[in-house]
């Protein structure tokens, strides 16, 4: 069975070797995303200063590219756990090696999301009224509003999401400390809370472990229906729709898993990981989109087809305007949205090749982006008594390049401090797995994990 | 600790009968008033007297055609002009829209910080300083009668003269809509305490009933019968606004007559 | 650290084991019609039912309740439900299939089996579809698009129900080939029995090239099946929510029926594999742990079902418009006790029920969950259509009669029929199935303790 | 405090280390708690020394319940304490108060599970003090305390005659 010491030996050279080795193009891809970022809070003080008047919203539609910005990136929130806790739950061993980057993608984009709850009030300075903190005015947050929905499943899945990842990191950070000196060893020994690798502790990691996936999965599907209410509580002809939770749930999905095979395929470039995400892992989550796509699809069109079936007055004004004024927006999302994913996904060749599948990613989440354009935008400026209109303005843009940055630069940040690849996880597949020869084939075999909790 | 003891004050009488003589009006919990109104719409000659009366009792600021253009205009009241007919014989139809003060409101429970909600009166009332600017209340309001405070609100030397002291500035990100002229109802009510008598009817009326040359919108207290309000409430020529919603409007409209009918 | 040898090693007395040969066994020796037993028993009730509720329907109904839409919309809803729910079945099974579930092969067959009840479908359907114009006349008056708008809605349901169907049979046919082959070697040369499976065994040799081609077509039957499933369900949901009520168009029931049936599906599975293995005398047939499988499955589908359900209900209550919320509130307050027992029928029993390792691994436990989810979703059927129309329909004409509850007793006998005479033709579990998934699993002890180890079956389509 | 030494055998394959574990396990000499270290996890059963009892579903149910109180009192309890009435709700109205109430459950019980599985993580006494950088290199550390110095001496042996890697003693006391 070989010397398993030297090819653990080796797995902990490859993966920490991003954490221990600060490489020149490291910093260069930092400091680009710290300059996108502070054109982006540039932006945003700028607004604070002169007024929301900066967007480009008005009266019918009051809500514009901050509420797209925070429903697109709480959707890519949803990625890491779908493929953390949904794969573990389905036991596909494959996900051992992406269960970690998707879970920091999961926590980075989630602090992006949270922000914009405060970036898109009409008075930032005072956020802090919807928290529910006891106050000298007797003054409580109004838990009818689907808003404080929406800020109470942001921090619980925020906990959440950090605890399920924290869990999994205490073993590789005592990894790290046994491998490091000076105030690395200082930080990573206070991280690992003097984990030893005793087999009490792998047990109560794995019963933890168990019941965080099973509980981990209502979290983020609430979290998305309750963001996917804030429009469908509202009576806006295009939004009072009862489908809106589960579709928002698989928009999500769908945006989160494209995310997903983008940062699979930047992180195997940038930290040399060839032998740790193969193939088989991107034609496994390529699968994995293209069911996903076609379930969103399933409610987009359901959606917008029982509003055009019934020729309901008041619904039929904000799908005249969609295939009006908003073509461009329906048809980038049908070319990136549909066309593109169901054109490549279905051949092997193209799955497996890394860099196909960046390219998918990235149109999915272009048309992800442009969806939630049409759902936040065209239903209000075709409200009941008034119509209006929304062009974005350079401040508009400007918010989103800046999430996107404060994203790259938390990410870049986190993998200098995290292995983006889990040790033990990745240890534990080649304990678990191996290759036999039947007849004259290979074929893989794996130990059935047994059932959860 | 004022306002502490008056909050309780308040609190302690949600459960007390409607006689609240002895109580200022301001902190009367429940009263048996409904204020209401009626726009006759045969009468409504769409001069815009009732837009410019509101603006100056309201401190509503004037932004400036660039403002309006990109749709921040600030109406609390505002005068639609529907056309009928094709071109030989078209007729125009002029609707003045103000908030409806409606008994269901679409727009108070979606408000995450209480900065809208229904007062005793019947009227929907908003909280200037309390709101956040979420703007979930305008998109909600099937009206569109919501107006937001895009910007700081400005007034040159001599227009902020003009202001009206009974009704507070809006600052920058707050949301604002029509309130009944509240502070004419205010004033009226503590001048009748002041007196030691009640309310008489038709004593006193909102900025645009007032400006409105034929007289199209009447004022009242719905639940006083000898408020002349309740007389045109009557009119077999009577419809709400958006009824199909359920919001139930305390403002009712009456249709207007074509001269053949 | 793995000791992997010893797969495929011994094939010939994996397909001599006793659970494979047995159910091979009872095709061939087929006993006579016995008199007495259970199944004679069951044979002959469910053929008296559905005699008397034809009887009951042709001489007694067509004439004299033409004009009472409740006794129609009865067996309409009836036969709705049976339809969903044999849709479900084999959604299930396919849905097993795609997902590699190591404890899929006992269920596959049971539950592909149920795809033959579209031929009492094929057989009534049209006449009650014909009739929806008229049932709901009443309905209709009231809002202007009636709940089946006859003109648009009719044709895609037809269409879809019938693709559904005949995507189950396919997939049930295709998967049984190598067993008829099976049967034509093992029975004595030319009797009658062996020329008819020497027929539909399509000479089937069992050649590698067979296995293969045998591969793709259950892989690409298994995308047919689930994808004409989600639209057979889709249709039957918007026909409820396109015209339910004049403003009303709640876009969720779509999923809802497809979400419902399959859950519906699962538990007729787990109640007919029950029943199966009883009737067959194979008690291992169905062992805990496709209990313990089969009852998770159904906390995740009790959730979503009930996750569908509360949408409908809160976007109607938030938005307290008035059109919405009289049917909701129609639904609700008007039928109290209906929707409680379909909220416990199908979300509190199955998703609360299962938790707990003891009620979900026995057989008797998950039967009565099964029942219980049945009965709620039986009731759900009713709930979705009556309070459309409650405030136009003299309520007599909703409470079931007593020729209704006949019409749907027979329908249940037309079901538990189909499986009483496929059992005779199709073997009760695949025989090729089976020994596939012996041969792929077996246990191998590493460090003290013992693991089983099984091969990773590449995605089905894959040759 | 018990000042026993103990005695810890480095393995590079399992099966020794397995087979280590079995025979210290059957010997019935005066060894307390063996431990058994390893830089990844094996599946159930394969390298099994701890048979302490884990309560960590029980106190999931007891959280999410606290969760739901919470919850409750969140949504409608600050209602009640200042009652402002708004159109067409009830001031304390049923679904958003479930959904505050289903949040609050699921933040209350996760938090809890995780800091009662870190609670139950701990190693006490001397098992704390073992440590071995090569563990982190993938190497399988067995464990054993000793009371005397002739059951030291034994598993020194046990270890020695299945080809452990190293054989390390420590006879510092446990604090």
Wanted: glycine share 8%.
């Amino acid at each position: 069975m070989g010397d398993m010491t030297q090819k653990s030996e080796d797995i902990n050279k490859d993966l920490t070797r991003g954490v221990l080795q600060t490489t020149r193009s490291w910093w260069m891809c930092f400091l680009f995303f710290g300059t996108v970022l502070a054109w982006g809070t540039g932006c945003f003080v700028w607004q604070l200063v002169h007024g929301i008047d900066v967007y480009g919203m008005e009266r019918p539609n009051y809500w514009g590219a901050p509420i797209i910005n925070f429903v697109y990136w709480a959707g890519v929130a949803l990625s890491g756990t779908m493929i953390s806790a949904i794969l573990r739950l389905l036991h596909a061993g494959w996900r051992r090696s992406i269960t970690r980057m998707t879970e920091t993608l999961t926590v980075c984009a989630l602090l992006v999301a949270g922000l914009f709850p405060i970036i898109h009030l009409g008075r930032n300075w005072v956020f802090f009224w919807l928290v529910p903190y006891p106050n000298e005015r007797g003054l409580w947050p109004n838990y009818k509003s689907p808003l404080l929905w929406d800020a109470t499943a942001i921090s619980v899945y925020l906990v959440s999401s950090v605890l399920f990842w924290y869990s999994g990191l205490i073993p590789d950070f005592a990894v790290l400390r046994d491998r490091t000196t000076g105030w690395r060893h200082e930080l990573y020994s206070m991280l690992a809370l003097k984990w030893k690798g005793s087999d009490r502790e792998w047990k109560r990691l794995r019963g933890v472990s168990a019941i965080l996936t099973v509980m981990i999965i209502p979290v983020f599907v609430s979290l998305h229906t309750i963001v996917g209410w804030d429009f469908g509580m509202s009576i806006v002809p295009g939004w009072h729709e009862s489908i809106f939770a589960p579709y928002f749930v698989c928009g999500a999905l769908y945006s989160g898993a494209g995310a997903v095979l983008v940062i699979m395929c930047l992180v195997r470039r940038a930290y040399h990981l060839e032998k740790y995400i193969l193939p088989k892992h991107f034609d496994n989550v390529a699968k994995i989109v293209m069911t996903i796509g076609l379930l969103w699809f399933y409610f987009f069109a359901g959606d917008a087809w029982s509003d055009w079936f019934t020729e309901d007055p008041t619904h039929i004004n904000w799908l005249v305007y969609l295939f009006g004024g908003y073509k461009w927006a329906l048809i980038t999302l049908a070319f990136f949205g549909m066309l593109v994913p169901l054109v490549t996904l279905p051949f092997k060749r193209l799955r497996t090749s890394p860099w196909a599948m960046l390219a998918v990613g990235v149109s999915v989440n272009i048309a992800m982006f442009t969806e939630r354009i049409i759902v936040v935008v065209p239903e209000a400026s075709r409200s009941w008594l008034a119509w209006g209109d929304y062009t974005p303005t350079w401040v508009d843009v400007s918010i989103t390049i800046g999430a996107f940055g404060l994203f790259g630069f938390l990410y870049t940040l986190l993998s200098k401090f995290i292995p983006l690849v889990s040790l033990w996880e990745f240890k534990e597949g080649e304990v678990v797995d191996a290759v036999v020869t039947v007849g004259n084939a290979q074929v893989p075999v794996t130990v059935r994990e047994e059932a959860i909790g | 600790m004022a306002l502490k003891a008056r909050t309780q004050e308040y609190l302690k009488q949600a459960g007390k009968p409607a006689d609240q003589s002895g109580v200022a009006a301001s902190v009367r919990t429940s009263s048996d008033r409904k204020w209401g109104m009626v726009i006759d719409l045969d009468r409504c000659t769409g001069c815009h007297a009732c837009e410019a009366a509101c603006s100056a009792e309201n401190n509503i600021p004037v932004v400036g055609a660039e403002q309006c253009h990109k749709g921040h205009a600030h109406q609390w009241i505002r005068v639609e002009r529907y056309w009928e007919g094709n071109y030989p014989n078209v007729k125009a139809r002029f609707m003045p829209i103000l908030c409806q003060q409606c008994g269901n409101a679409p727009c108070e429970p979606v408000c995450p910080v209480y900065a809208t909600y229904h007062n005793p009166e019947g009227l929907n009332v908003m909280v200037y300083n309390r709101c956040v600017g979420t703007r979930y209340c305008g998109n909600n309001c099937p009206y569109e009668v919501r107006m937001f405070n895009w910007t700081e609100p400005a007034w040159e030397t001599p227009l902020d003269q003009q202001l009206n002291p009974d009704v507070t500035v809006r600052g920058k990100g707050v949301m604002e809509k029509c309130t009944f002229c509240v502070q004419r109802i205010r004033r009226a009510e503590e001048q009748a305490d002041a007196d030691g008598r009640d309310l008489e009817p038709d004593e006193f009326t909102t900025a645009c009933a007032q400006a409105c040359p034929p007289k199209a919108i009447v004022f009242g207290d719905v639940n006083d019968k000898r408020w002349s309000v309740n007389k045109k409430r009557e009119d077999p020529r009577r419809f709400t606004l958006l009824e199909e919603l359920g919001t139930e409007p305390s403002v009712v409209y009456l249709k207007a007559l074509d001269d053949e009918a | 650290m793995l000791d992997t040898e010893h797969f495929f090693d011994n094939p010939s007395d994996i397909v001599e084991s006793d659970e494979v040969a047995s159910s091979l066994r009872t095709i061939m020796i087929r006993p006579g019609v016995r008199r007495r037993g259970l199944l004679f028993f069951t044979t002959l009730l469910c053929s008296v039912l559905v005699i008397a509720a034809g009887v009951v329907v042709w001489f007694w109904g067509y004439p004299a309740q033409r004009n009472n839409p409740g006794f129609w919309h009865f067996s309409l809803i009836s036969m709705l439900f049976w339809l969903s729910v044999t849709q479900g079945m084999v959604a299930v099974s396919a849905i097993l299939r795609l997902a590699h579930a190591s404890w899929r092969y006992m269920l596959n067959r049971v539950a592909d089996v149920a795809s033959l009840f579209g031929f009492w479908v094929f057989a009534i359907l049209p006449f009650l579809v014909v009739a929806r114009g008229r049932i709901y006349v009443l309905g209709a008056s009231a809002h202007s698009n009636n709940v089946w708008r006859t003109a648009g809605s009719m044709l895609f349901d037809s269409l879809a129900i019938g693709t559904a169907y005949l995507a189950g049979w396919m997939l049930l046919y295709l998967t049984s080939i190598p067993d008829f082959g099976a049967l034509r070697d093992k029975l004595p040369a030319d009797s009658k029995k062996q020329h008819f499976y020497r027929r539909i065994a399509l000479s089937w040799q069992g050649a590698a090239k067979q296995w293969r081609t045998l591969r793709l077509a259950e892989g690409v039957m298994v995308f047919g099946v689930i994808v004409s499933f989600v639209a057979s369900q889709t249709v039957q949901g918007w026909d409820f929510q396109l015209a339910s009520a004049r403003d009303w168009d709640s876009s969720i029931f779509a999923p809802l029926y497809t979400v419902g049936s399959l859950l519906g599906g699962l538990a007729l599975t787990a109640l007919v594999a029950t029943a199966t293995s009883h009737a067959a005398k194979l008690p291992n047939l169905v062992t805990s742990l496709h209990y313990d499988n089969l009852g998770r499955f159904m906390i995740g589908l009790g959730l979503v079902w009930f996750y569908f359900r509360w949408c409908d209900y809160l976007t109607a209550w938030y938005g307290n418009i008035p059109e919405e919320w009289a049917l909701q509130n129609n639904r609700v307050t008007a039928f109290p006790i209906l929707a409680a027992v379909m909220v416990i029928g199908c979300f509190v029993v199955p998703v609360f029920g299962n938790m707990f390792r003891a009620i979900r691994t026995s057989p008797v436990g998950l039967c009565t969950i099964s029942v219980c989810v049945l009965i709620g979703l039986a009731v759900q059927r009713f709930l979705d259509t009556v309070p459309t129309f409650a405030p136009n329909y003299p309520l007599s004409a909703l409470i079931p009669s007593a020729a209704t509850i006949l019409v749907f007793a027979g329908l249940s006998g037309m079901f538990v029929l189909t499986y009483l005479v496929a059992a005779r033709y199709f073997p009760v579990v695949s025989w090729w199935g089976l020994s596939k998934r012996l041969s792929r699993m077996h246990e191998s002890t590493l460090g003290n303790g013992s693991v089983d180890v099984m091969l990773e079956d590449p995605p089905i389509w894959e040759t | 405090m018990d000042n026993g030494t103990t005695v810890l055998g480095l393995f590079r394959a399992l099966d020794p280390a397995a087979k280590a574990l079995k025979t210290l396990q059957e010997e019935e000499r005066g060894w307390r708690n063996l431990l058994v270290l390893s830089a990844m996890p094996f599946p159930e059963g394969v390298l099994e020394a701890d048979k302490s009892k884990s309560r960590l579903t029980v106190i999931t149910v007891v959280c999410a319940l606290l969760g739901i109180v919470l919850g409750i009192g969140l949504a409608a309890g600050t209602a009640l304490l200042y009652v402002i009435h708004q159109g067409g709700k009830p001031v304390v109205s049923g679904p958003p108060t479930a959904i505050i109430a289903y949040e609050c459950m699921m933040l209350v019980a996760l938090t809890g599970v995780f800091f009662r599985a870190l609670y139950e993580m701990r190693l006490k006494g001397w098992q704390a003090k073992v440590h071995d950088p090569r563990i982190s290199e993938g190497m399988i550390g067995i464990a054993v305390r000793c009371s005397t110095e002739s059951e030291a001496a034994d598993a020194e042996k046990i270890f020695r005659d299945l080809a452990a890697a190293d054989v390390t003693r420590d006879s510092g006391s446990a604090q």
